[in-house]
């Protein structure tokens, strides 16, 4: 059950820019001006909504009240695409009597499609008077695409002055690749944290998930994560109790992560990579990515095939420096490479444990290395194909 943090409405309605008859437009508001940090895509073709949600942090300096998100259309790549946004904007901050730069913008969907702002902002006094505590969800089921489950996770923690609450909800299937923010995500706060302590915590938060997790190594042109904090819980953390709060942030962010990668367009199985032994985190994540991204690992998973040479073909080919004769591989908790060769194991068996629906890679390079990091990523099936050979039609 989610636990929420105080002083966040929430609503969602349709405003017709999908196909099909569904919630696709969200609005988030605190009932205070929060403390806010955002990070990125870091992809050279940006979204209109990505380009003024950054320009609004910077503006105001880290304050932000609402995001207005939508679904069917990414508002990329258009003639239109900044006027619409700012249209957007500069309605919902009608709608709730606010400044139009501590409103946020986000999109996902279609790219290269003319966005029709009117749709959205003729929804926006709507969505603004059905706003409620209650209504959480609905903003995570409205923004879906092609995902197949609505995906929130939350935390809480006692601190000396009070509880602190920490909830998120994120969007992702497809096109989801490092670096972020790899999807859209929100990630609210109740604690009273300014904007300068935020920034680091959403760098660290977004390191340790979203930048370890691909589905199919395809980076977004509109990626965005927000990361607010607006004080309704009358809690101000101590500098100590900051990394405690970090610390939530962090494991709200991996939660997320891993249900994007569980839920991978086409996905039957989620695959979770550790590396342990590597010269430092840098070549461990390096490693882990090249395991996590390969189509041949990924297929290798989909048909339940022990083939431990892809991990190890694939951990060669990330560029780090290693001795391939000290490298062990596990495959569900079972030895199947060891000093670099092939160690004993049934391959009858090891295909039942292979068809579970999560598959664990340990790679592991004896030796003193103290890098080591995880990575999430899912099988590559046949249906990813038909999901995104039919997307636009």
């Known amino acids: 059950m989610l636990t929420l943090p105080k002083g966040y409405r929430y609503a969602a309605g349709y405003a017709g820019i999908r196909k099909v008859e569904r ?8 009932e205070r001006a929060a403390e806010a940090a955002g990070a990125f ?20 300096g880290g304050k932000a ?19 619409a946004a700012r249209e957007t904007v500069k309605a919902a901050a009608k709608a709730l009597g606010i400044p139009a730069s501590r409103v946020l913008p986000a999109s996902t969907g279609v790219i290269g499609v003319e966005m029709e702002a009117a749709r959205i902002v003729k929804i926006l006094p709507e969505l603004a008077k059905g706003l409620s505590p209650d209504r959480f969800e609905d903003v995570a089921r409205a923004m879906m695409t092609t995902d197949t489950v609505i995906k929130t996770a939350s935390q809480e923690v006692e601190l000396a002055g009070g509880v602190v609450r920490v909830a998120g909800m994120t969007k992702g ?11 859209l995500g929100f990630v609210m706060t109740d604690a009273s944290i300014e904007a300068k302590h935020l920034r680091p915590m959403l760098r660290a938060g977004v390191e340790r998930s979203y930048n370890r997790l691909t589905v199919d190594g395809d980076m977004s ?4 994560m927000v990361l607010m904090a607006n004080g309704a819980s009358g809690v101000t953390p101590s500098r100590a109790e900051r990394d405690v709060v970090a610390e939530l942030v962090g494991w709200v962010m991996e939660d997320l992560a891993e249900q994007i990668a569980r839920d991978g367009e086409g ?13 430092d985190e840098a070549a461990a994540v ?7 991204n390969s189509p041949l690992v990924k297929t290798a998973v989909a048909g339940s095939d022990p083939n431990w040479g892809r991990i190890l073909s694939a951990a060669g080919a990330s560029g780090v420096e290693f001795d391939p004769r000290k490298v062990d591989i596990d495959l569900q908790r079972v030895a199947v490479c060891r000093g670099g060769v092939a160690a004993e194991f049934s391959e009858a068996e090891m295909k039942k444990k292979l068809d ?32 995104n050979a039919s997307y636009r039609t």
């Open 356 to 387: 579970a629906e999560e598959c664990r890679i340990r790679f592991t390079i004896r030796g003193g290395g103290t890098g080591q990091a995880r990575f999430w990523s899912c099988d590559l099936t046949e249906k990813y194909i038909e999901i």
């Open 65 to 83: 009240q609402a995001i207005v998100v939508n679904a069917g259309n990414a508002n990329c790549a258009t003639r239109t695409g900044a006027a």
């Open 221 to 224: 042109t509109n990626d965005t």
């Open 23 to 30: 919630d696709d437009v969200g609005l988030i508001v605190s």
């Open 286 to 292: 390096r490693i882990a990515r090249a395991i996590g």
């Open 173 to 183: 299937s497809g096109m989801i690749h490092p670096n972020m923010a790899t999807t």
């Open 41 to 60: 895509t870091t992809n050279v073709v940006q979204a209109a909504p990505v380009k003024l949600a950054r320009k609004h942090l910077e503006q105001t």
């Open 267 to 279: 996905a039957r199985k989620l695959i979770v990579v550790r590396v342990l032994g590597a010269r």
